[in-house]
C-alpha cells in the first residue's frame, strides 16, 4: 500500500479563494511526522507546515492551515486567500522512525498535487 | 535559503560515465538524505546517514553510493551511468526528532547525453 496519496494531479483556484489540497497516509506506528512541501518552478522544495500524530489542534503558519482527522488518516493542507505566487507543485510526506533510537529516519512522499491559481 | 547547500547545481554527462554530487547540511543537522526526482517516478528516497553512518535505505540502485563524512557533508556517487538516471538530485538534512522537517539543498540537474 502507499504510504502517502494524493489523489489530486491537478487543482485549479482563483485568486483570493480557499483551496484545500487532499493527501491520505498510511501508518501503523503510533509516532509520526506529516509535512506539506512546496516546489515552484524553479525546482526548490520548501517546507510550509508540520502536524505530529499527537498533536491536538490542527497546525496553522500564516495562510497554511493543516486539516489533521487522525482516524480518517487524512492532513489535508488548506491554503487561503490564495496568491499568483501559489502556483507550484505541493507535496505530501509522512515521517517514520526506522531505528529505536529515532536517529533512523525515511520520509514517504506522494506523487504531488500542481496547484495553478487564475487571476 | 535553507541552509544546505548542493554543489553542482548541473551536471551534464555521458552514458558510462561516474559523477559525485556534494551536499552540506545546515548547520547542527547530523542527518542527510539523498532523493531522485524524475519526470516518471515522483521524489525518490534513496539512502539517509546520521553521523556518518546508513541509518535507511530506500530504492538506491547498486550504482549508486553515499557516504557522510566526519564533518557531516554527504556526498552521493553515482557510476555506470545510463540515460534513465538523468533525474533532479535533491539533498535534504533534518535535526533529530520526529517533529523535525527536512530541509532541502536546491538540487543537483544530472543530463546523461
Known amino acids: 500500500a502507499q504510504k502517502i496519496t494524493q489523489t489530486q494531479p491537478g487543482m485549479f483556484v482563483q485568486e483570493k479563494e480557499a483551496v484545500t489540497l487532499d493527501c491520505t497516509y498510511d501508518?501503523?506506528?503510533?509516532?509520526?511526522?506529516l509535512f506539506w512541501y512546496k516546489q515552484p518552478s524553479s525546482g526548490e522544495m520548501i517546507f510550509l507546515i508540520y502536524q505530529g500524530s499527537y498533536d491536538q489542534q490542527n497546525a496553522t503558519e500564516g495562510r497554511y492551515s493543516l486539516n489533521f482527522q487522525k482516524a480518517r488518516k487524512s492532513a489535508n493542507l488548506v491554503i487561503s486567500a490564495s496568491q499568483l505566487g501559489d502556483s507550484a507543485m505541493y507535496f505530501c510526506?509522512?515521517?517514520?522512525?526506522?531505528?529505536?533510537?529515532?536517529?533512523?529516519?525515511?520520509?514517504?512522499f506522494g506523487t504531488g498535487t500542481s496547484l495553478t491559481v487564475i487571476p | 535559503d535553507s541552509g544546505v547547500t548542493q554543489t553542482p547545481k548541473h551536471l551534464i554527462t555521458a552514458t558510462g560515465q561516474r559523477v559525485t554530487l556534494r551536499c552540506s547540511p545546515r548547520?547542527?543537522?547530523?542527518?542527510v538524505y539523498w532523493y531522485q526526482q524524475s519526470l516518471d517516478q515522483g521524489l525518490q528516497f534513496l539512502i539517509q546517514?546520521?553521523?556518518?553512518?546508513?541509518?535507511a535505505k530506500g530504492n538506491i540502485l547498486e550504482r549508486f553510493s553515499a557516504q557522510q563524512f566526519p564533518d557531516l557533508h554527504s556526498e552521493l556517487n553515482l557510476s555506470s551511468l545510463e540515460l534513465g538516471d538523468s533525474a533532479l538530485y535533491f539533498c535534504?538534512?533534518?535535526?533529530?526528532?520526529?517533529?523535525?522537517?527536512?530541509?532541502f539543498g536546491d538540487g543537483t540537474r544530472l543530463s546523461i547525453l
Open positions: 548547520s547542527g543537522d547530523l542527518s
Open positions: 546517514y546520521y553521523n556518518g553512518e546508513e541509518r
Open positions: 501508518t501503523s506506528d503510533p509516532s509520526y511526522g
Open positions: 535534504a538534512s533534518s535535526a533529530q526528532g520526529i517533529n523535525q522537517p527536512q530541509h
Open positions: 510526506a509522512m515521517r517514520e522512525k526506522t531505528s529505536g533510537d529515532n536517529t533512523g529516519n525515511q520520509f514517504y
